[in-house]
């Protein structure tokens, strides 16, 4: 019984650090395209600072 519930642990602390390992690499794919599309919208945009802030991308006037 006592074994049983080892094993529990340890395969639920198995899959809590799969999760989190899924989870920085998702939000690492997720930094990679926000650089992305900032880097393409500041080059796009570069006349009109307006709508890179819209955008989101705060621009120094």
């Known amino acids: 019984m006592k ?3 080892h094993l529990s642990f340890l395969e639920e ?3 809590a650090q799969q999760s989190t390992k899924d989870r920085n ?3 690492e794919e997720l930094q990679d395209r926000t650089r ?3 880097f393409v919208a500041k080059v ?3 006349d009109k600072p307006q709508l890179l802030e819209m ?3 705060f621009v120094r006037s």
């Open 3 to 5: 074994n049983d519930t």
């Open 13 to 15: 602390k198995g899959e």
């Open 25 to 27: 690499k998702t939000l």
């Open 36 to 38: 992305d599309y900032s």
């Open 44 to 46: 796009a945009l570069k």
């Open 55 to 57: 955008s989101g991308i």
